[in-house]
C-alpha cells in the first residue's frame, strides 16, 4: 500500500464506498419519504371515503392529510436529487484530492426544518380535531 492509498486519504477505495454508502442512505431516506407521503395521503382518502359511506352529510373535503401527503412526497423527490447532486460533486472532489470542499450542511437543516415544521402542521392540525 502506497502513501496515496493509505485509510483515510482520497485514492482509498474505502473512501469512495463510504461515499456511496451515504448515497445510499439518502436515497433510503427519500423513498421512505416518499412512500410515507404516498400511505399518508391515500389514508385521508380512505377516510373521506369512510366518512362518505357512514353519514348522509356530504363530506366537502378529505382534509389535511392529502397536503401533508403531497408535502413529504416532494421532500422525498428534493432528497433523492439532492443525493445524486451531492454525490456527484463529492466524488469528483474526491478525484481532485479535496475532501471538505464538496459537503455544506445546508441541505440537511433544510430538510431536517421542513419535517419539523410539517410535524408540527399535523400536531395541530390533530390537536384541532380533539
Do not use: C
Not at 12 to 37: C, H, I, N, Q, S
Not at 38 to 49: D, K, M, N, S, Y
Amino acid at each position: 500500500m502506497n502513501k496515496e492509498d493509505s485509510p483515510g486519504s482520497p485514492a482509498d477505495p474505502r473512501t469512495y464506498l463510504a461515499v456511496e454508502r451515504t448515497f445510499l442512505a439518502w436515497l433510503r431516506t427519500g423513498v421512505a419519504l416518499m412512500g410515507f407521503g404516498f400511505v399518508i395521503a391515500r389514508f385521508g382518502l380512505f377516510l373521506h371515503e369512510l366518512a362518505l359511506e357512514k353519514s348522509a352529510v356530504k363530506v366537502s373535503e378529505p382534509g389535511f392529510s392529502i397536503p401533508a401527503g403531497i408535502a413529504l412526497i416532494a421532500i422525498g423527490i428534493v432528497v433523492s436529487v439532492a443525493a445524486a447532486v451531492r454525490y456527484h460533486r463529492y466524488l469528483r472532489a474526491l478525484d481532485r484530492g479535496e475532501t471538505r470542499t464538496a459537503f455544506d450542511t445546508g441541505l440537511a437543516y433544510l430538510i431536517a426544518g421542513l419535517m419539523a415544521l410539517i410535524g408540527i402542521a399535523v400536531v395541530i392540525y390533530l390537536a384541532a380535531l380533539l
